[in-house]
């Protein structure tokens, strides 16, 4: 089993998080908000990664701190539970319909983190929680679990919709990509030979 935990602790946020790449979308995730905790379901269940998250942040202020670092904690258990990435298919796709709304994911996990973030998203606010910090949590995740990644929606009207769109092309993206490639199940996917070595993020304050 490729698993992780993960603890991260700031003064603005202590979060704890627990992957299994191999596993049933089993899940187990509070973080405080609703709307997160929702989205953070969506990933678990489809991309059959087990994810338990435990978060508390500084929600009288906002939802921007726990956003972001849970979006880090979680890449950081990927990207350790993924190791030295030998044997992993690498690459993952997805184009997800929600009622109206579709959304596209392109996914190379190549430990070079980027983000391209095509998603306008109508409303401010999904209950309680700012819409703008769902590319905070997408360029977190990507930067820790070390992914290239491309976010799109193609084209939608219902900001619940898009957003959750993205997230499970997310999910069925990683899906392919942390999948162990019985072909090749020994082998890292570059003519390098290694995928860049593991990054590693400290918790800090920010200023």
């Not at 184009?95 to 983000?115: Q, V």
């Not at 769902?134 to 799109?152: I, P």
């Not at 030979?193 to 593991?198: I, M």
Request: hydrophobic share 45%; charged share 25%; with cysteine.
């Amino acid at each position: 089993m490729r698993t992780a935990t993960v603890e991260r602790v700031t003064r603005e946020t202590a979060i704890s998080v627990t992957v299994n790449l191999d596993g049933a979308g089993v899940y187990d995730v509070a973080t405080g908000v609703g709307f997160l905790d929702h989205m953070l379901e969506q990933l678990s269940r489809h991309s059959l990664i087990d994810l338990t998250v435990k978060a508390k942040g500084d929600l009288h202020i906002d939802a921007h701190h726990l956003t972001e670092d849970s979006g880090l904690a979680i890449g950081t258990a990927i990207a350790q539970a993924l190791s030295d990435r030998a044997g992993i298919r690498r690459y993952g796709d997805a184009l997800i319909p929600m009622d109206e709304t579709l959304a596209r994911c392109a996914i190379d996990l190549s430990n070079r983190p980027y983000l391209i973030w095509r998603v306008a998203l109508p409303q401010a606010r999904l209950g309680t929680m700012e819409t703008e910090l769902f590319k905070e949590w997408f360029q977190a995740f990507a930067q820790t679990a070390g992914a290239t990644l491309h976010m799109e929606s193609l084209y939608g009207g219902n900001t619940h919709h898009i957003v959750e769109a993205c997230f499970k092309a997310l999910a069925r993206a990683l899906r392919a990509a942390v999948e162990i490639d019985p072909r090749a199940a020994t082998a890292v996917p570059s003519t390098k030979g290694v995928l860049s070595g593991a990054l590693r993020v400290e918790a800090r304050d920010r200023p």
